[in-house]
Nanobody, 127 residues
Framework: QLAESGGGLVQPGGSLRLSCAAS????????IGWFRQAPGKEREGVSC????????NYADSVKGRFTISRDNDKNTVYLQMNSLKPEDTAVYYC??????????????????????WGQGTQVTVSS
């Protein structure tokens, strides 16, 4: 299971840190991704991180503003979001996927791969 937390209402230019806590599976084997879906829009991959944390991927729209990280001792992945914009408003989901040797974290983000999904946390950026 995956459980997201840390969403909320923030003003443009503000920051939030999302957390994704995992249980019930061997966390250290899985790549983790953050995805978001805004009303009336398709789900998009925001950022993904490999099981070791050595590889990361970011959507162009969040590069330089968001940072993904993971703590395998705590079975948790974080998404630090800075310089938030109104267009970042969405429900944010985390997902876990086992990637084989030819599948990259970019593939995970681009294709929306996930064996486990959380329930989502709302992020609203508004003044």
């Amino acid at each position: 299971q995956l459980a997201e937390s840390g969403g909320g209402l923030v003003q443009p230019g503000g920051s939030l840190r999302l957390s994704c806590a995992a249980s019930g599976f061997t966390f250290g084997y899985y790549a983790i991704g953050w995805f978001r879906q805004a009303p009336g829009k398709e789900r998009e991959g925001v950022s993904c991180i490999s099981n070791s944390g050595g590889a990361t991927n970011y959507a162009d729209s969040v590069k330089g503003r968001f940072t993904i990280s993971r703590d395998n001792d705590k079975n948790t992945v974080y998404l630090q979001m800075n310089s938030l914009k109104p267009e970042d408003t969405a429900v944010y989901y985390c997902a876990a996927a086992l990637l084989d040797r030819v599948t990259t974290v970019q593939d995970m983000c681009d294709e929306g791969r996930g064996s486990y999904w959380g329930q989502g946390t709302q992020v609203t950026v508004s003044s």
